[in-house]
């Protein structure tokens, strides 16, 4: 047998056994049968058992083929699985954030939350699903709770948990409210009496996150350390410091930016009246805006063909919908439901919150910020890089390239507007206080995962600099402390891609083509910046 096919056909051995133990990573990937109706085992011994299997993985790989026989495909998944094992182990081993954060039901509320959002089968078979995984939820968490047996947790995380676990009542409530005569009788009583059974279980896994609390502890920081492995880990090519100075300098240069163009669209008015200016060319209603949204990611999609900016499939469809009623308490303005990577065809729904106060309309939809949203989220951004990146081997979706993922959305933002899509000062406007705020991030995200910035500080600095309110501020830092590495991403993203294409440019000479360019980080979306370099160059060295 020859190397390729080895590859393959031991990755689909171990892909099977991998779905076995994590069912819920199935559903993600959009294999539903029979995983859909099962839960993983919920202590560290799952999650030991797949370290093994993924060491296993590589031993085999390494004993049975020669890596110079396999084609440049597999060669950089094999490349993946790897990095992702030595991610895995750091995870596991030094961030131990599985015995440091007993939050359950971010995982499992968001299983059911895409089960129910995700139109992939008829809503009775969905339904019938989430039944299964809610009787199998009480013992989930009795295996959860022995991770934490010698363990002190971290306070803020515990008290995330605490709401987390009291939200999720919520939730049940809203699917059967919104289920009720849509599904036959039978999967409606077995919805009905899951929910049900859950209750005891969930009040007694509340009562043990409040005890918990006695025994955690304040700091949560993973420090300078483990913060410039993890940096080490995803080869940024940058230290934290040099990260952090990064930081500073685009915060210097985007304010004054933004300082010199507020003059421009009205002279002798503040900060704040300018967004008050912009705010106000906002649709008149909820259902225009939702039809000027549609219209001008279209407008963005037939933008990017007709410049030859990248490649669009013309049957990966983007979808633009009102967030339904039971969703808007948990997406307060918009989100993207990015289709499944086994998904076929590619359809993705962007969802918009009609606001509480229509008087708040302009806030998020205003023509400026539709605009820059539907490049960022829908094309080039996110939908065309995910539906894309979708189309190759699931293995990619180990390789976590935050920084390729936020990066491309965001560098889209200027090229659109370099490329003649945005044209108007008040959309630069937008986009420029959007950076500001990413490079917030970047300072924030060095500052706190090292412990050198308190989370007080931090809500202060996102206030001040990027104009969040306390509430929004207070919302993020809480996340940033959970995902040390990931705010940085965005605008740090940006700088290496830019850097990149510099890099190609001058490598390529005048036989450099920006659809190229583009296509090649569209198709990999999944990989980190340093992967992509090489895909680079095994592309230039063929012609
Ligand atoms: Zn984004």
């Not at 993946?80 to 039901?105: C, G, Q, S, T």
């Not at 409606?188 to 509340?206: D, E, F, G, S, W």
């Not at 979808?319 to 918009?334: D, G």
């Not at 919150?353 to 539709?370: E, F």
Request: aromatic residues 10%.
């Amino acid at each position: 047998m020859d190397a390729d096919k080895k590859f393959e056909e031991l990755t689909q051995q171990m892909l099977k056994k991998f779905l076995e133990k994590n069912p819920d990573f199935a559903t993600h990937l959009g294999l539903h049968d029979p995983y859909d109706y099962l839960l993983p085992d919920g202590s560290t011994e799952r999650l030991r058992e797949n370290l093994r299997m993924a060491e296993e993985w590589i031993k085999q790989l390494r004993e049975t083929i020669t890596r110079e026989e396999l084609n440049v495909e597999h060669k950089t998944d094999w490349e993946v699985i790897e990095k992702a094992y030595e991610m895995w182990k750091f995870d596991f081993f030094e961030l131990k954030r599985h015995e440091l954060n007993p939050d359950a039901f971010g995982m499992l509320g968001g299983l059911i939350f895409i089960m129910f959002t995700r139109n992939y089968a008829p809503l009775e078979k969905r339904i019938d699903a989430i039944a299964a995984r809610i009787e199998k939820i009480p013992k989930f968490l009795e295996e959860f709770r022995s991770r934490f047996e010698n363990s002190k947790p971290v306070k803020l995380w515990t008290e995330i948990a605490i709401e987390t676990a009291q939200n999720m009542s919520g939730l049940f409530q809203f699917i059967l409210a919104s289920t009720e005569g849509k599904v036959p009788d039978q999967i409606y009583q077995r919805l009905t009496k899951a929910v049900q059974n859950l209750q005891p279980a969930l009040k007694k896994h509340i009562e043990w996150l409040q005890g918990l609390l006695q025994k955690s502890k304040e700091e949560w920081a993973i420090g300078r350390e483990k913060f410039e492995k993890l940096l080490k880990l995803r080869e940024l090519g940058l230290t934290s410091d040099e990260i952090y100075q990064l930081g500073l300098k685009y915060l210097k240069e985007l304010k004054a930016e933004r300082e010199k163009l507020a003059q421009q669209i009205a002279p002798g008015k503040s900060i704040e009246e300018v967004f008050k200016q912009i705010e106000s060319h906002a649709p008149k209603t909820f259902e225009e805006a939702l039809t000027f949204t549609r219209k001008t990611m279209e407008e963005a999609r037939r933008f990017v063909q007709e410049k030859n900016i990248a490649t669009v499939y013309p049957e990966d469809v983007l979808l633009v919908e009102e967030t339904p009623a039971f969703l808007a308490p948990v997406i307060p303005f918009a989100a993207l439901m990015m289709p499944a990577k086994f998904d076929k065809p590619q359809i993705g729904i962007y969802i918009v919150t009609r606001p509480k106060d229509p008087a708040n309309l302009g806030k998020h939809l205003n023509y400026h910020s539709i605009r820059n949203t539907a490049v960022h989220e829908a094309f080039p951004g996110h939908f065309l890089q995910g539906a894309i990146s979708n189309r190759g081997s699931f293995i990619r979706l180990l390789a976590e390239g935050t920084e390729t993922v936020e990066g491309w959305a965001h560098y889209c933002e200027e090229l659109m507007r370099e490329k003649g899509f945005i044209t108007d000062l008040e959309t630069r406007f937008i986009q420029i206080n959007d950076m500001i705020w990413r490079a917030v991030r970047i300072i924030v995200d060095v500052k706190l995962s090292k412990g050198e910035m308190s989370f007080d500080e931090a809500v202060e600095m996102l206030v001040r600099e990027a104009g969040l309110s306390k509430e929004a501020a207070v919302a993020e830092v809480r996340r940033y402390t959970q995902t040390p590495g990931y705010p940085l991403s965005y605008l740090l993203g940006k700088h290496l891609i830019l850097n990149l294409k510099e890099e190609i440019k001058q490598k390529m000479g005048d036989k450099f083509e920006e659809k190229f360019f583009h296509d090649t980080i569209i198709a990999n979306g999944y990989l980190p910046i340093s992967m992509l370099r090489k895909i680079f160059q095994q592309k230039m060295s063929k012609t």
